[in-house]
């Protein structure tokens, strides 16, 4: 249709009703589902607004609890102050000035003042737009740190900076996503960032299951049976996603496991996708710690030299847990120079990432260090919140395990528990009657019995016939013992309504 043709036919007098519908729109936009954003979490907006509007009489409770969505500051985590002090110095670079020196002098250490300074010297204004990968001293100290973790060299150049670990999955999915019938490999349980990117892109998710009674672990021959099934249905299977450690299942893989994806992937010819942007939330340090793909596959030799791998991270986790602020990276490692200059050109379309991001993201790649003055707060932050997310991992598991027909794996690391929940017969057809999945009616019955909002586990994928839910463990420890008492009493109501 020409530009002239659609003008005439969308002219209001010609046709009054909207161009846009529900049925005019992309096609592809209605297949996303986002569960941690979905039905659950807006009922409880709409809870959290009729308790704060005099309507507390219609519940038991009297706050919700988001324990839908890994959001560690709506939950009271307090910010890192040094990452704080520096994000208001260089957002009002007027405090800096000689006239309100003495008196920023006296407010922030000096560590923090040279590096806003630093950073308006490197960056102008973080009004202005920069280098669409990322400003390049703050990439410069991404690949510092890369090669810090891993003892491997980084390359700045390789390292892109984005909005969030979110954006950056979206772009190298856009890219690596060439046609309708390319499949992507990806974990059940997952979260809901890919098979929703995989709709809006149209692309094929080919999933592979996690193990439960293993932990959630990962078993290789679950990758090639996996494999199997999609090339067996024509799809043109390309990449493999790994999110570790884990969500909504909070494993974290050994180093071997790792070595036998990387072998996986290489026999096959498909590239990794690295999702680590939990890296930080280890709880099993000694057991299960991190270690990244880029450093195990570096570790296997030459052998693997032109190996694809996409890292992703973020400053939304961790124990900085600044969501908000939309800053992440990812690091591209044996990709084509010409697909990286690809990747730069879909990075410039949305021109840059945020700068108040980009700060968040030089700051959680080289935060204080031990002769500054800053570091001995930072430190003391950190590891309170550190120890406390464990303690909480291991309190919300005990509290789930002691449900009826409920059993939890403990979290060896990011911020979750999924527990399998073993419904009664008569809730599976209820909740089927009222044309509702099993896990969702009794995540709606919590929510308003209780007033804590939990996801389904059907929104990130579960082996047909179990039924889970995803909490967060982010709650404050205050809240904890109340929180653990109104589950307990909400379960139990529910098995012996439904009870068989
Ligand atoms: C596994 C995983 N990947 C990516 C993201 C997105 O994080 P960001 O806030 O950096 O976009 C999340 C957020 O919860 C996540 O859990």
Redesign the pocket.
Known sequence: MSVSNFAQQASPASKPSKILTYETINSHVKRVEYAVRGELAISAERIKDELSNGYSHNYRFDTVVNCNI?NPQQLKQKPITFFRQIASLVEYPDLLSPENRKQIESLYPKDAIERAQMLLEKIGSIGAYSHSQGIPCIRNNVAKFIEERDGYPAEQSNIFLTQ????G?QNVLQLIIAHSNVGIMIPIPQ?P?YTATLALYDAQPVPYYLDEEKDWGLDISQLTSSLSAGRSKGLDIRALVI?NPG?PTGQCLTEQNMREIIDFCHNERIILLA?E??QTNIYLPAERPFHSFKKVLRSMGKKYDQFELFS?H?V??GMIGE?GR?G?YYECTGIDSHVVNELYKIASVSLCPNIQGQIMVDLMVQPPKCEDESYALYQKELSKIYESLRRRSIKLSECFNQLEGVTCNNAQGSMYLFPRIRLPQKAIEAARQAGRQPDESYCLAMLNATGVCVVPGSGFGQKDGTWHFRSTFLPPEGLFDGFCDRLQNFHHEFFEKYRD
Do not use: T
């Open positions: 890994g969030g670990a979110s954006a999955v979260y960032l999110i969500n999702d942007v939990y992703f973020s939304s986790k969501c939309r992440g």
